[in-house]
């Protein structure tokens, strides 16, 4: 079993639409979860970070995490042609010290047509 | 603010030729730095990461290494390319204290 698991899509929806993305995950030491974007040919964005379970909202994006069935997903409310990227999760365990490393998801490419 | 460069942005080289890929990181100080390297279908790959000046943790035995001269800057090199090194390069920065990676713009690399 993969540590991540993506469903890379490709996700086609119009615009307007709600966008669940999802990603499972193995391990459960995992405690931080983020959600990156990214562009075509571009480095990855952080959009959403969050801690352990429950939700959180930034502007038209909710991040939830529920730690007990070990999945975490990401919502886009009225979603816009310039939400098209990929999408792409990650997620760690504080391996102590001063370094941190992320486990990513292999991403799902969205598309919002106009 | 942080700030991350990464250069060149494309890059095309023969088989069996050197590799230099440079970052630096501005508005920061002793940052935690990685190169990953991301292949089509295969996500993200963490090459290397060095949580400062002249130390540096391989995540992945290849054909390439990395170099940390001064404290923002790191580097990524090859002595000989091969087909295989092929790939879209990402350089990030973490301030140690959380688990928030910044990356930089990437390099297009193809090896012919």
């Known amino acids: 079993q993969k540590e991540v698991e993506q469903d890379p899509g490709p996700l086609s929806v119009p615009e307007g639409a709600i966008v669940s993305l999802n990603c499972t995950y193995s391990?459960?030491?995992?405690?931080?979860f983020m959600w990156y974007r990214q562009y075509s040919r571009k480095g990855p964005e952080l959009l959403m970070y969050?801690?352990?379970?429950g939700n959180k909202e930034d502007g038209r994006f909710t991040a939830q995490v529920d730690k007990s069935s070990k999945y975490i997903s990401l919502f886009i409310r009225d979603s816009q042609p310039s939400d098209s990227a990929t999408y792409l999760c990650?997620?760690?365990?504080?391996?102590?010290?001063?370094?941190?490393?992320?486990?990513f998801g292999k991403g799902t490419l969205l598309t919002v047509n106009p | 603010s942080q700030t991350i460069h990464q250069w060149p942005a494309t890059l095309v080289q023969p088989v069996g030729s050197p590799l230099s890929l440079e970052c630096t990181v501005e508005?920061?100080?002793?940052?935690?730095l990685y190169w990953y390297r991301q292949a089509a279908g295969r996500g993200l790959q963490l090459l290397f990461y060095?949580?400062?000046?002249?130390?540096i943790s391989s995540e992945v035995p290849q054909n390439l290494s990395a170099s940390r001269p001064q404290d923002r800057q790191f580097i990524l090199s090859s002595k000989k390319l091969l087909l295989s090194d092929s790939g879209f390069y990402l350089c990030?920065?973490?301030?140690?204290?959380?688990?928030?990676?910044?990356f930089g713009s990437g390099t297009q690399l193809s090896v012919l």
């Open positions: 990030a920065w973490s301030d140690g204290q959380s688990e928030k990676l910044f």
């Open positions: 060095s949580v400062g000046i002249g130390q």
């Open positions: 990650a997620m760690s365990q504080n391996s102590g010290g001063s370094n941190y490393k992320l486990t």
């Open positions: 969050t801690y352990s379970s």
């Open positions: 508005g920061t100080s002793n940052p935690n």
């Open positions: 391990n459960s030491a995992f405690q931080y």
